[in-house]
C-alpha cells in the first residue's frame, strides 16, 4: 500500500484446478492465500501469511481445491485462467513417485539395483521447462524426498549466476521468491552464456558434473532413491540437439520430458525407441508461460548476477578487496568464441585445443567488468575437471600499482588463488 495513499487491494476467487497468472510491474506486490489452499510453481503459500513478491517476476498462483487470493499493489498484467496442463504434469509427478518408492524399497546396493527417476526436462525456449522442473522437485521435497536438481542452462543460471552449470540436493519445496538454494550446490563454470562458444568444454563440464553425482549417489541410498531433475536449454536443434542427446546419456536420464515440440518429441522418441529403460514423454506448455525476448534475457542475466553479489533485495553488501597481481593468477579455457564445424571452411581444423588452460596477463585489463570463478583446482591443468567455490567480479584494475580490485559476496582471503575468466561480464547498475 502506498503510505498515506489508497492501497489497491483486490481479491480474486479461483475455481478448483485453476490460476491466477501474474506479471508483476515495476513495484513490488504483495499477495496472500486468505482462503483454501494454493501454490506456486509446487510449493504451498501458508495461509494468511502476506510474500511480497519483486518487480517483474512473472508466475502463477495455481489451487487444486479452490482458493481466494488477495493482492496489494498495481500488477503488470494478472488474470485467472482454468485450463492448465497441470493434472498432466502432477499424473508425471505420481509415476515419479512411484518408482522412487520402488527404488528405496529394494535394498541392495549394488550398481544394478533399482534406482530413483533420473528425469531431464527437454523443449524449446519459453516452453515453461524451468517452471515444470520446479514444481517436480517441490512436489518431490514435499512427500519427504531429496531429490537432486540440475541446472544445465548456461543461458539463465536458476542455481547460481549465468555461465555455470550445477547441482544441489533439495530438501524442502522451493521457496517462490528465494528459488533454488545454493549453500549446497555442485558448481561448475563454463564461463559463457551459450554452449556454442566452446561445446567440448560444455560437454566435458557436464561429464564432471554426471561423474561426481554418480559417484555421491553410490554412497547415498537416499539420494540414489529420489533420483534428479535436470533442467536444459532451449537450443534444441543443430548442435542444441546433439547437447540434448549428449545430456541424456551423460546422466542417463531415464525419464525425457519433452514440452511443447512435436518434432522434437519425435525425434527424441525415435533416437531413444532402442534404449528400452527410457520413456519420452510429450508434455503441454502451459498457455500461462510467458514468452521473454534477447532483451529481457539480458537484463535477467544482469540481475541474476546482481543477486549473487547484493542479494534479491539488496539486502546483502559484497565485501570490496584488493590484492596484488602476484596474489592471483587468472586463466582461461580454450581460445577465442569456437565456430561450428560446420562453419568452417572444408578442411580447416576449429581451434586447436579447446580444453586449453592459458593464463590471462592481468595487466592487459580484460578482466576489468569480468566474472571470475574462485576455482578449487590446487594446478592450473586441474581447472576444467574442477569445480568452483564461488565467483568475484573485478571492479578495478590498476596497472601501476599491479593491484586489483574487486567485489566477493563474503570478506576475507579468497579461498584458492586459481581464478578462472570466460566471456561473462557485467556492469554494475546502481
Ligand atoms: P528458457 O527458454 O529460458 O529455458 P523455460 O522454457 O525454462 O525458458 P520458464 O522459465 O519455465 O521457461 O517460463 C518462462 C516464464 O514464464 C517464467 O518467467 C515463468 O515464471 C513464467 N511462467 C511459466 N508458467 C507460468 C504460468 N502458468 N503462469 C504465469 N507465468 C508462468
Not at 512427500?143 to 550445477?166: E, N, R, Y
Not at 566452446?198 to 554418480?214: C, D, G, W
Request: glycine share 8%.
Amino acid at each position: 500500500a502506498v503510505p498515506g495513499g489508497s492501497s489497491n487491494l483486490k481479491q480474486v476467487k479461483l475455481d478448483r484446478e485453476s490460476e491466477l497468472r501474474i506479471e508483476v510491474s515495476d513495484e513490488p506486490l504483495r499477495l496472500r492465500v486468505v482462503n483454501g489452499t494454493a501454490e506456486i510453481f509446487g510449493a504451498e503459500l501458508p495461509p494468511e501469511i502476506w510474500r511480497t513478491f519483486p518487480p517483474r517476476l512473472k508466475f502463477a498462483v495455481f489451487t487444486w481445491y479452490g482458493a481466494t487470493i488477495e493482492m496489494d499493489g498495481v500488477t503488470e498484467t494478472d488474470y485467472t485462467a482454468d485450463e492448465t496442463p497441470m493434472v498432466s504434469y502432477v499424473n508425471v509427478h505420481a509415476i515419479l513417485d512411484a518408482r522412487r518408492r520402488f527404488a528405496k524399497a529394494s535394498t541392495s546396493t549394488d550398481s544394478d539395483s533399482p534406482q530413483g527417476p533420473r528425469v531431464i526436462v527437454v523443449g524449446p525456449t519459453d516452453s515453461g521447462k524451468s517452471t515444470l522442473t520446479k514444481m517436480l522437485i517441490s512436489w518431490a521435497a514435499k512427500q519427504g524426498w531429496k531429490p537432486t536438481f540440475v541446472d544445465l542452462d548456461v543461458g539463465q543460471g536458476s542455481i547460481t549466476i549465468p555461465g555455470s552449470i550445477a547441482a544441489t540436493p533439495i530438501e524442502m519445496p522451493l521457496d517462490p521468491v528465494e528459488g533454488f538454494p545454493l549453500d549446497m550446490a555442485l558448481v561448475y563454470y563454463y564461463g559463457h552464456t551459450t554452449p556454442a562458444n566452446n561445446v567440448e568444454l560444455y560437454k566435458t563440464m557436464v561429464k564432471e558434473l554426471a561423474q561426481v553425482l554418480e559417484r555421491q549417489f553410490l554412497g547415498n541410498p537416499e539420494s540414489r532413491a529420489a533420483g534428479m531433475v535436470i533442467n536444459t536449454m532451449g537450443w534444441i536443434d543443430g548442435i542444441g540437439y546433439e547437447l540434448l542427446l549428449h545430456a541424456i546419456e551423460t546422466f542417463n536420464a531415464s525419464v525425457v520430458l519433452v514440452l511443447g515440440q512435436e518434432k522434437l518429441f519425435s525425434m527424441l522418441k525415435d533416437v531413444l525407441k532402442s534404449k528400452s529403460n527410457v520413456d519420452v514423454v510429450k508434455l503441454h506448455k502451459s498457455g500461462g508461460v510467458v514468452a521473454r525476448n534477447r532483451d529481457y534475457r539480458k537484463v535477467a542475466r544482469s540481475s541474476r548476477i546482481q543477486e549473487y553479489f547484493y542479494g534479491l533485495s539488496k539486502e546483502l553488501s559484497p565485501y570490496a578487496n584488493t590484492s596484488s597481481f602476484s596474489d592471483v593468477q587468472v586463466f582461461r579455457i580454450g581460445g577465442g568464441p569456437q565456430a561450428p564445424r560446420s562453419a568452417l571452411p572444408i578442411g580447416s581444423d576449429p581451434v586447436s585445443n579447446p580444453l586449453r588452460v592459458t593464463p590471462v596477463n592481468i595487466e592487459e585489463r580484460d578482466v576489468l567488468h569480468s566474472i571470475l570463478a574462485v576455482s578449487y583446482a590446487e594446478e592450473p591443468d586441474q581447472i576444467v575437471s574442477s569445480n568452483v567455490s564461488g565467483f568475484v567480479y573485478v571492479t578495478e584494475v590498476d596497472v601501476l600499482r599491479k593491484k586489483i580490485t574487486y567485489l566477493a559476496p563474503s570478506p576475507g582471503a579468497l579461498p584458492s588463488k586459481i581464478l578462472v575468466a570466460g566471456s561473462l561480464t557485467w556492469l554494475e547498475s546502481h
